[in-house]
């Protein structure tokens, strides 16, 4: 049940706005469609570990939320501290980041 929960809330709170951002960056950046899916598929694929860390530490969960949503963490940050293994996708597309 709490598990449940908690992966509610990293969909809701945390995947929605990282998600979210990034296509908004990306396409803001004119993305080629292959380094969008690449993204897209490691933030995908990182939110089981996301769920793990929100019921180890939910304080973590709550407040990178928060600036997930209020903008003050970005949200390949908070990508490639889930998911180390998604740094080549994030460098693939960091030129269509905008944000160095």
């Known amino acids: 049940m709490i598990e449940a929960l908690f992966a509610w809330f990293i969909a809701t709170f945390l995947m929605g706005p990282l998600q979210s951002g990034l296509a908004t960056a990306m396409e803001a950046g004119r993305a080629p469609a292959a380094v969008v899916e690449q993204v897209t598929r490691c933030a995908t694929d990182a939110t089981p570990r996301l769920v793990d860390r929100a019921?180890?530490?939910?304080?973590?969960?709550?407040?990178?939320?928060?600036?997930?949503?209020?903008?003050?963490?970005?949200?390949?940050?908070?990508?490639?501290?889930?998911?180390?293994?998604?740094?080549?996708?994030?460098?693939?597309?960091?030129?269509?980041?905008?944000?160095?």
């Open 55 to 100: 019921m180890d530490d939910p304080w973590w969960a709550i407040s990178t939320a928060i600036g997930a949503t209020i903008g003050s963490t970005t949200p390949e940050a908070v990508l490639r501290d889930a998911a180390p293994g998604c740094a080549a996708a994030l460098a693939a597309a960091r030129p269509f980041l905008g944000r160095g």
